[in-house]
Nanobody
């Protein structure tokens, strides 16, 4: 029984900050990522973190503004979002996977097996 539950979304003014949380089931996934989907657009990669926390990657659109981190003791992955822009408005999803035969980080929706329900982030301008 695996599950991921996101929280922390809400309404914020442009330039403000939010911190999203993703609480997973007891088993710690190898990679946990954040994706987002705006109305009428494809779901897109935002950030990913390896279980150890030693490897992270970000979409170019959020580099320098968003930070992904994790607390394995609490089975939680965070996404700190600063300097928010109107174009960051989307439903944010937590996704997770276990490593397959390759150990590289993955950035595609199809690479992730487990998904949360999503949390709405709305940035007003």
């Amino acid at each position: 029984q695996v599950q991921l539950v996101e929280s922390g979304g809400g309404l914020v003014q442009a330039g403000g900050s939010l911190r999203l949380s993703c609480v997973t089931s007891g088993r710690t996934f190898d990679d946990t990522a954040w994706f987002r989907q705006a109305p009428g657009k494809e779901r897109e990669f935002v950030a990913v973190i390896r279980r150890s926390g030693g490897s992270t990657a970000y979409a170019d659109s959020v580099k320098g503004r968003f930070t992904i981190s994790r607390d394995n003791a609490k089975n939680t992955v965070f996404l700190q979002m600063n300097s928010l822009k109107a174009e960051d408005t989307a439903v944010y999803y937590c996704a997770a996977r276990f490593l397959g035969r390759l150990r590289d980080l993955k950035f595609r929706v199809v690479d992730y097996d487990f998904w949360g329900q999503g949390t709405q982030v709305t940035v007003s301008s």
